[in-house]
C-alpha cells in the first residue's frame, strides 16, 4: 500500500522555520512507523532526523506524536493507524533541537530529582549473600519497574506542558519503583520532595499519561498510590 | 563547549559492561563514560531471560558447573582459566547486583529466583539445571537500570550521544579518544590515562537479528583502523528463536519454562539433535537444527520457520512426557496465567507485532543473528591484546560483546553475556584506574582530530553515485545468505568478493545532510563502514576456518578437527583492504576437549 507520510521538520541551522514536509512511502500493514522513517532517510531524505535503537520497544529511544498520539515508532505499526496519512511530530513540551529530536535533559533532570536509586544504609546479610524479599513484596512495586523513560507519558501531560517545572509522571513511576520496594529506606525523602510544589498534586488525572504508556503501567494509579502514601506520612 | 577534555579513564559505551567499569573506576579516578546513546538506551535493556550464576537457590548447583557448561557450549574454544575466573565470580556478582537494588523474581523463601536455560545443566545427571537468575523477562532492563541508578548516586560523568569515531595511539599506548557530539556536530579529544572500549556488538551486518540498531561495531572497527586485531570474528551466534521476519528476541527462557519447537508435522524435533535436553540444547545446535529441518522440508508453509509453542496444553504435555518436576518434587504443571507472568514482556512482544497471544496459538520462530562471541582481544584482566603473543596495549581495556576474552568461545551459552558484562566490565573498571593511578597522562599525537575529520569528509565528498543504504541492504541481504547458520568455500568466497566490492562502491556515497546539529545520516554512514570492515573480517576468518566448531558450520567440513583448528584466530585489516590472519592457542587447563552432544 502507499501511504503520505507528513513529518514535522526544524532545523535550528538553517533560516527555514518548523513545517511539514510529506513523503509517499510504500508500505506493508505489519511495517512499524519506524520502518518507514528508515526508509524515507535511507531513499529519500538523508537530512531527516530522529532517535532509535532496539527498534521493539525497550530501549525508549523513538518515543513521538504519531497522528496526534504519543507512542514509540517502533511499537506503532501502519495497520494500527488505519490512516493512509501518518503525521509525526516530536513530543511536547520539551524544545525540538531537530525535526523528532527534542531535548531530553529536563526530563531526566526531574527524574534525577526523585533520587531515583536504592537507599539503604544498613549492614548487608552477613553471609554476603541477597537481602531477602517475599514474592508478594517484590509483587507490590512491579508495575513501575517497567519504565524505559521514553518520556511518552510525561509529555502527553496537560500539567506538565503548562509548567516544565511539573515533575511529571515518569519521574513519580520511578519513585514510586523505589517507595514500595521493600528493601528501600528513602521513602520519607522521596514522599517529601513529591509532596512538594511541582510534585504529585499537580496531577490532574487525566489519564493522559496511562494511555501513553508503551509499557502498559498502571501511571494514574502508581500516582494515586503515591499520593496516598503522602497523606499516610503528614 | 570546551572540546578538549582531560580525565584519568574514560569508558567508550554506557552498556552494562561501561556502565560497571565507569562504577569501580570511579571511586579511584577521574572517569568520564561517552556514549552515542543515553545509557539506558543500551542494547543490554533488551536481555531478557537471566543471568547464570550458580548460587544454588532452587537446587543444588556449582560455579564449577556452570565453567564446565561454558567450555562445553563455546566448542573447546573458550579459554579455560577465563571461564573459571567468570563463572566463579558470578555468584558474588549477582550478589552486588541485588545489593544496588535490583529487583530480582524471588523464591518462596525470598530468595533469588532461578530458572532453567539452554545449555545449563546438572553436570552429574546431564539434566538442566536452574541456575538464571532472572528478573520476569527483562532482566537486562532492570540490569542496565539499576547500573545507571547507582551512577546516578555516584554522580559518574556522562557526555550522552557523543559517537566516539576515533582511538589515540601515542608510542602504542591509549592516549584518548575523538568523538563527535551528535547535537552539535563538533568533534572533541578527548585525554586520558585509561580508555575502556564497551561499544556494544555488531549484529546489523545481517538481515535478520535481534540486535538494536545501534549496534554496528563502533570499539572493533576503530581499533582495526589503528592496526590492532580482532579475535574469533567467525563465531556469530544465531539465537534459534527470533521472531519470524523481525528477528526480534524470543528469550530462551520460553523453553526453560516448558515451551516446545515443533516443525510442520507437528513433531519435536529436537528429541533427534538434543535426546537428553532437546529444547534446551545449546543456541548454535537448535539454530543449525532449524535449518537442517527447513532444508528437509518440514518447515511450516514453505516458509523457513518453525513454531514455538508455550500453550499450557502443549508445555504440560511435554513435560510429563519428560517427567518433569518443580524444585518440591511435584508435577509441573502449568497454568496460562502462570506462563504469561513469567514472560510478560514476550506476550507483549507476539500481541504486538504478530498478533498471536502465546498462550493461545504458536509463535512463528526462525533464527537471528544475535550475539558475537568475536571482537577485541583482552587478557582475563580486560587488558586489550596487540597480537598472538600477548602483547598488552598499555592502557587500553576492552569489556563485554565489543570484547573476546575468550569466555564464549565458538558459542556462547544463554545468560553469560550478561555474566560477561557484570564479571569483565568490572574488572576492566578497576585494573584501569590502577593502571591510570601509576601512568602519567601521555601527550596528545599531532593534530588528534585529523583522521576522525578524514573520515568523515569522505563520507561527505564521495561522487554520489552510489547510495548508503542501498550498500547497507546488499550487505545484510549476503551476509545472512552465505555467512549465516551455514557456510561452504564457494559461499565464503563469494561473500569476501563481494564485501570487497561493496566496500569499494562505500567510497562513492555522498551523504546528503550538510548540516552539524544530529547529523545522523552522517554517523549511519560512517557506523556502515564500520560494519562493512568487519563483515569482510568475518568473511574472511570463517573461509579460512575449515572445519565446523560451534557457531561456525561449515557444510564442507562438518566436523570439529582439533589437530588443526583448536585455535583462536586473529585477524587484521590493512589499508588495501586486505585481511591478514594470525592463531594463537587455546588455554586449556583441567577440561580435556571432547565431543559435544546434549
Given at each position: 500500500m502507499r501511504l503520505t507520510l507528513k513529518i514535522f521538520r526544524y532545523d535550528p541551522n538553517t533560516s527555514a522555520g518548523p513545517h511539514y514536509d510529506r513523503f509517499q512511502v510504500e508500505a506493508d500493514p505489519n511495517d512499524r512507523v519506524l520502518d518507514l522513517l528508515e526508509a524515507v532517510r535511507?531513499?529519500?531524505?538523508?537530512?531527516?532526523?530522529?532517535?532509535?535503537?532496539?527498534?521493539?520497544?525497550?530501549?525508549?529511544?523513538?518515543?513521538?506524536r504519531i497522528n496526534g498520539l504519543n507512542a514509540l515508532a517502533c511499537k506503532v505499526l501502519v495497520k494500527d493507524l488505519n490512516s493512509d496519512t501518518i503525521q509525526i511530530e516530536p513530543l511536547l513540551g520539551l524544545r525540538v533541537e531537530k525535526d523528532l529530536i527534542v531535548d531530553m535533559e529536563p526530563f531526566f533532570a526531574h527524574y534525577r530529582s526523585i533520587l531515583p536509586y536504592l537507599i539503604n544504609d544498613e549492614p548487608l546479610p552477613e553471609d554476603g549473600k541477597e537481602r531477602l524479599q517475599s514474592e508478594a513484596e517484590r509483587e507490590r512495586f512491579d508495575d513501575t519497574t517497567k519504565c524505559i523513560l521514553c518520556a511518552a507519558c510525561t509529555t502527553s501531560c496537560p500539567s506538565f506542558w503548562a509548567d516544565g517545572q511539573t515533575i511529571g509522571p515518569a519521574a513519580i513511576v520511578n519513585a514510586h519503583r523505589f517507595i514500595f520496594d521493600s528493601r528501600d529506606r528513602g521513602r520519607l525523602k522521596r514522599l517529601k520532595i513529591l509532596a512538594g510544589q511541582a510534585g504529585v498534586w499537580r496531577c490532574r488525572t487525566a489519564f493522559n499519561c496511562t494511555e501513553a504508556c508503551p509499557r502498559d503501567i498502571h501511571i494514574t494509579r502508581a500516582i494515586a498510590e503515591v499520593k496516598q502514601e503522602i497523606l499516610k506520612h503528614s | 563547549m570546551d572540546t578538549l577534555h582531560t580525565y584519568d579513564v574514560l569508558v567508550i559505551g554506557g552498556g552494562g559492561a561501561g556502565l560497571m567499569a565507569a562504577l569501580h573506576a570511579a571511586p579511584r579516578a577521574?572517569?568520564?563514560?561517552?556514549?552515542?546513546?543515553?545509557?539506558?538506551?543500551?542494547?543490554?535493556?533488551?536481555a531478557q531471560g537471566g543471568i547464570g550464576a550458580a548460587l544454588g537457590n532452587v537446587e543444588e548447583d556449582r560455579w564449577e558447573?556452570?565453567?564446565?557448561?561454558?567450555?562445553?557450549?563455546?566448542?573447546?574454544?573458550?579459554?579455560?582459566?577465563?571461564?573459571?575466573?567468570?563463572?566463579?565470580?558470578?555468584?558474588?556478582?549477582?550478589?552486588?547486583?541485588?545489593?544496588?537494588?535490583?529487583?530480582?523474581?524471588?523464591?518462596?523463601?525470598?530468595?533469588?529466583?532461578?530458572?532453567?536455560?539452554?545449555?545449563?545443566?546438572?553436570?552429574?545427571?546431564?539434566?538442566?539445571?536452574?541456575?538464571?537468575?532472572?528478573?520476569?523477562?527483562?532482566?537486562?532492563?532492570?540490569?542496565?537500570?539499576?547500573?545507571?541508578?547507582?551512577?546516578?548516586?555516584?554522580?559518574?560523568?556522562?557526555?550522552?550521544?557523543?559517537?566516539?569515531?576515533?582511538?589515540?595511539?601515542?608510542?602504542?599506548?591509549?592516549?584518548?579518544?575523538?568523538?563527535?557530539?551528535?547535537?552539535?556536530?563538533?568533534?572533541?579529544?578527548?585525554?586520558?590515562?585509561?580508555?575502556?572500549?564497551?561499544?556494544?556488538?555488531?549484529?546489523?551486518?545481517?538481515?535478520?537479528?535481534?540486535?538494536?540498531?545501534?549496534?554496528?561495531?563502533?570499539?572493533?572497527?576503530?581499533?582495526?583502523?589503528?592496526?590492532?586485531?580482532?579475535?574469533?570474528?567467525?563465531f556469530f551466534q544465531f539465537h534459534p528463536t527470533g521472531i519470524y521476519k523481525l528477528g526480534i528476541l524470543i528469550t530462551e527462557a520460553v523453553r526453560g519454562e516448558g515451551g516446545i519447537l515443533l516443525n510442520s508435522k507437528g513433531e519435536r524435533f529436537m528429541e533427534k539433535?538434543?535426546?537428553?535436553?532437546?529444547?534446551?540444547?545449546?543456541?548454535?545446535?537448535?539454530?543449525?537444527?532449524?535449518?537442517?529441518?527447513?532444508?528437509?522440508?518440514?518447515?511450516?508453509?514453505?516458509?523457513?520457520?518453525?513454531?514455538?509453542?508455550?500453550?499450557?496444553?502443549?508445555?504440560?504435555?511435554?513435560?510429563?512426557?519428560?517427567?518433569?518436576?518443580?524444585?518440591?518434587?511435584?508435577?509441573?504443571?502449568?497454568?496460562?496465567?502462570e506462563i504469561l507472568s513469567k514472560i510478560p514482556d514476550i506476550a507483549d512482544f507476539c500481541r504486538t507485532y504478530l498478533g498471536v497471544d502465546p498462550v493461545k496459538q504458536p509463535i512463528p520462530i526462525q533464527p537471528t543473528a544475535h550475539y558475537a562471541m568475536g571482537g577485541i582481544p583482552t587478557s582475563i584482566r580486560g587488558e586489550v591484546l596487540a597480537d598472538e603473543t600477548g602483547r598488552v596495549v598499555p592502557g587500553l581495556y576492552a569489556a563485554g560483546e565489543c570484547a573476546c576474552v575468550s569466555v564464549h568461545g565458538a558459542n556462547r551459552l544463554g545468560t553469560n553475556s550478561l555474566v560477561d558484562l557484570i564479571v569483565f566490565g568490572k574488572h576492566a573498571g578497576l585494573n584501569a584506574a590502577d593502571?591510570?593511578?601509576?601512568?602519567?597522562?601521555?601527550?596528545?599525537?599531532?593534530?588528534?582530530?585529523?583522521?576522525?575529520?578524514?573520515?568523515?569528509?569522505?563520507?561527505?565528498?564521495?561522487?554520489?553515485?552510489?547510495?548508503?543504504?542501498?550498500?547497507?541492504?546488499?550487505?545484510?541481504?549476503?551476509?545472512?545468505?552465505?555467512?549465516?547458520?551455514?557456510?561452504?568455500?564457494?559461499g565464503l568466497e563469494k561473500a569476501v568478493e563481494t564485501l570487497q566490492d561493496l566496500r569499494r562502491?562505500?567510497?562513492?556515497?555522498?551523504?546528503?545532510?550538510?548540516?552539524?546539529?544530529?547529523?545522523?545520516?552522517?554517523?549511519?554512514?560512517?557506523?556502515?563502514?564500520?560494519?562493512?570492515?568487519?563483515?569482510?573480517?568475518?568473511?574472511?576468518?570463517?573461509?579460512?576456518?575449515?572445519?565446523?566448531?560451534?557457531?561456525?558450520?561449515?557444510?564442507?567440513?562438518?566436523?570439529?578437527?582439533?589437530?588443526?583448528?583448536?585455535?583462536?584466530?586473529?585477524?587484521?585489516?590493512?589499508e588495501a583492504g586486505q585481511v591478514h590472519l594470525k592463531y594463537k592457542p587455546v588455554t586449556i587447563t583441567h577440561y580435556t576437549p571432547k565431543e559435544r552432544t546434549y
Amino acid at each position: 500500500m502507499r501511504l503520505t507520510l507528513k513529518i514535522f521538520r526544524y532545523d535550528p541551522n538553517t533560516s527555514a522555520g518548523p513545517h511539514y514536509d510529506r513523503f509517499q512511502v510504500e508500505a506493508d500493514p505489519n511495517d512499524r512507523v519506524l520502518d518507514l522513517l528508515e526508509a524515507v532517510r535511507g531513499d529519500q531524505d538523508d537530512t531527516l532526523s530522529f532517535r532509535r535503537s532496539c527498534a521493539h520497544g525497550v530501549c525508549g529511544s523513538d518515543a513521538m506524536r504519531i497522528n496526534g498520539l504519543n507512542a514509540l515508532a517502533c511499537k506503532v505499526l501502519v495497520k494500527d493507524l488505519n490512516s493512509d496519512t501518518i503525521q509525526i511530530e516530536p513530543l511536547l513540551g520539551l524544545r525540538v533541537e531537530k525535526d523528532l529530536i527534542v531535548d531530553m535533559e529536563p526530563f531526566f533532570a526531574h527524574y534525577r530529582s526523585i533520587l531515583p536509586y536504592l537507599i539503604n544504609d544498613e549492614p548487608l546479610p552477613e553471609d554476603g549473600k541477597e537481602r531477602l524479599q517475599s514474592e508478594a513484596e517484590r509483587e507490590r512495586f512491579d508495575d513501575t519497574t517497567k519504565c524505559i523513560l521514553c518520556a511518552a507519558c510525561t509529555t502527553s501531560c496537560p500539567s506538565f506542558w503548562a509548567d516544565g517545572q511539573t515533575i511529571g509522571p515518569a519521574a513519580i513511576v520511578n519513585a514510586h519503583r523505589f517507595i514500595f520496594d521493600s528493601r528501600d529506606r528513602g521513602r520519607l525523602k522521596r514522599l517529601k520532595i513529591l509532596a512538594g510544589q511541582a510534585g504529585v498534586w499537580r496531577c490532574r488525572t487525566a489519564f493522559n499519561c496511562t494511555e501513553a504508556c508503551p509499557r502498559d503501567i498502571h501511571i494514574t494509579r502508581a500516582i494515586a498510590e503515591v499520593k496516598q502514601e503522602i497523606l499516610k506520612h503528614s | 563547549m570546551d572540546t578538549l577534555h582531560t580525565y584519568d579513564v574514560l569508558v567508550i559505551g554506557g552498556g552494562g559492561a561501561g556502565l560497571m567499569a565507569a562504577l569501580h573506576a570511579a571511586p579511584r579516578a577521574r572517569t568520564a563514560v561517552i556514549s552515542k546513546l543515553y545509557p539506558l538506551r543500551s542494547h543490554t535493556g533488551a536481555a531478557q531471560g537471566g543471568i547464570g550464576a550458580a548460587l544454588g537457590n532452587v537446587e543444588e548447583d556449582r560455579w564449577e558447573w556452570h565453567a564446565y557448561d561454558t567450555v562445553k557450549g563455546s566448542d573447546y574454544l573458550g579459554d579455560q582459566d577465563a571461564i573459571d575466573f567468570m563463572c566463579k565470580e558470578a555468584v558474588q556478582s549477582v550478589y552486588d547486583l541485588e545489593h544496588f537494588g535490583l529487583p530480582f523474581s524471588r523464591t518462596p523463601d525470598g530468595r533469588i529466583a532461578q530458572r532453567p536455560f539452554g545449555g545449563h545443566t546438572n553436570n552429574e545427571t546431564g539434566k538442566p539445571v536452574r541456575r538464571s537468575c532472572y528478573a520476569a523477562d527483562r532482566t537486562g532492563h532492570m540490569i542496565l537500570q539499576t547500573l545507571y541508578q547507582q551512577c546516578i548516586k555516584n554522580e559518574i560523568t556522562f557526555y550522552d550521544e557523543f559517537q566516539v569515531v576515533d582511538l589515540l595511539l601515542v608510542d602504542g599506548r591509549a592516549a584518548g579518544v575523538v568523538a563527535v557530539e551528535l547535537a552539535s556536530g563538533e568533534l572533541h579529544t578527548f585525554r586520558a590515562r585509561a580508555v575502556i572500549f564497551a561499544t556494544g556488538g555488531h549484529g546489523r551486518m545481517w538481515e535478520i537479528t535481534s540486535n538494536a540498531y545501534s549496534f554496528t561495531g563502533d570499539g572493533p572497527a576503530v581499533l582495526l583502523r589503528r592496526g590492532l586485531p580482532v579475535e574469533d570474528m567467525e563465531f556469530f551466534q544465531f539465537h534459534p528463536t527470533g521472531i519470524y521476519k523481525l528477528g526480534i528476541l524470543i528469550t530462551e527462557a520460553v523453553r526453560g519454562e516448558g515451551g516446545i519447537l515443533l516443525n510442520s508435522k507437528g513433531e519435536r524435533f529436537m528429541e533427534k539433535y538434543a535426546p537428553k535436553i532437546k529444547d534446551l540444547a545449546s543456541r548454535d545446535v537448535v539454530s543449525r537444527a532449524i535449518y537442517l529441518e527447513t532444508r528437509a522440508g518440514n518447515d511450516i508453509n514453505g516458509q523457513r520457520y518453525m513454531l514455538l509453542d508455550v500453550r499450557p496444553e502443549t508445555v504440560n504435555r511435554y513435560a510429563a512426557l519428560d517427567g518433569r518436576t518443580r524444585p518440591d518434587g511435584s508435577p509441573y504443571v502449568v497454568s496460562a496465567e502462570e506462563i504469561l507472568s513469567k514472560i510478560p514482556d514476550i506476550a507483549d512482544f507476539c500481541r504486538t507485532y504478530l498478533g498471536v497471544d502465546p498462550v493461545k496459538q504458536p509463535i512463528p520462530i526462525q533464527p537471528t543473528a544475535h550475539y558475537a562471541m568475536g571482537g577485541i582481544p583482552t587478557s582475563i584482566r580486560g587488558e586489550v591484546l596487540a597480537d598472538e603473543t600477548g602483547r598488552v596495549v598499555p592502557g587500553l581495556y576492552a569489556a563485554g560483546e565489543c570484547a573476546c576474552v575468550s569466555v564464549h568461545g565458538a558459542n556462547r551459552l544463554g545468560t553469560n553475556s550478561l555474566v560477561d558484562l557484570i564479571v569483565f566490565g568490572k574488572h576492566a573498571g578497576l585494573n584501569a584506574a590502577d593502571f591510570a593511578a601509576s601512568a602519567d597522562l601521555p601527550p596528545l599525537p599531532e593534530n588528534p582530530q585529523a583522521f576522525a575529520g578524514h573520515q568523515l569528509a569522505a563520507l561527505r565528498g564521495g561522487s554520489g553515485k552510489e547510495r548508503a543504504a542501498q550498500i547497507g541492504r546488499e550487505m545484510r541481504a549476503l551476509m545472512f545468505d552465505e555467512v549465516g547458520v551455514f557456510r561452504t568455500e564457494q559461499g565464503l568466497e563469494k561473500a569476501v568478493e563481494t564485501l570487497q566490492d561493496l566496500r569499494r562502491r562505500f567510497t562513492d556515497i555522498r551523504v546528503g545532510d550538510a548540516g552539524k546539529a544530529y547529523n545522523t545520516a552522517l554517523l549511519n554512514a560512517w557506523e556502515l563502514g564500520n560494519l562493512l570492515d568487519l563483515a569482510l573480517v568475518t568473511a574472511r576468518a570463517a573461509l579460512a576456518r575449515r572445519e565446523s566448531r560451534g557457531a561456525h558450520a561449515r557444510d564442507d567440513y562438518p566436523a570439529r578437527d582439533d589437530q588443526n583448528w583448536l585455535k583462536h584466530s586473529l585477524a587484521w585489516l590493512d589499508e588495501a583492504g586486505q585481511v591478514h590472519l594470525k592463531y594463537k592457542p587455546v588455554t586449556i587447563t583441567h577440561y580435556t576437549p571432547k565431543e559435544r552432544t546434549y
